[in-house]
Nanobody
């Protein structure tokens, strides 16, 4: 089993910056890819960003490309999402997820473990 715990969410003004963290514990491995997804009220969960274990393969949703950066520190079993220039439409609950297959997939169905989520609210 793997446990994922997100932190760093909160209220931020549009144009400011925020960094989310996700700490993994339990039976992690050196193949695990990690991803961030989000869900806004009344909407379906959507892909944000994902990164392979070594960091050599990264995917971003078009809506965040150029503003958000995903990274990871394998020594700390932690993945980060740096959110620069957030917009009100980025308001959502942000979830991190772990994919045993190793590829930084954009599909939520391919992830094996999920965190509880952290709320991000961007005010205009």
């Amino acid at each position: 089993q793997v446990q994922l715990v997100e932190s760093g969410g909160g209220l931020v003004q549009a144009g400011d910056s925020l960094r989310l963290s996700c700490a993994a514990s339990g039976r992690t491995s050196s193949r695990d890819a990690m991803g961030w997804f989000r869900q806004a009220p009344g909407k379906e969960r959507e892909f944000v960003a994902a990164i392979s274990w070594g960091g050599g393969s990264i995917n971003y949703a078009d809506s965040v490309k150029g503003r958000f950066t995903i990274s990871r520190d394998n020594a700390k079993n932690t993945v980060y999402l740096q959110m620069n220039s957030p917009k009100p439409e980025d308001t959502a609950i942000y979830y991190c997820a772990l994919d045993r297959r190793g590829a930084p997939s954009t599909r939520s169905s391919e992830y094996d473990y999920w965190g509880q989520g952290t709320q991000v609210t961007v005010s205009s």
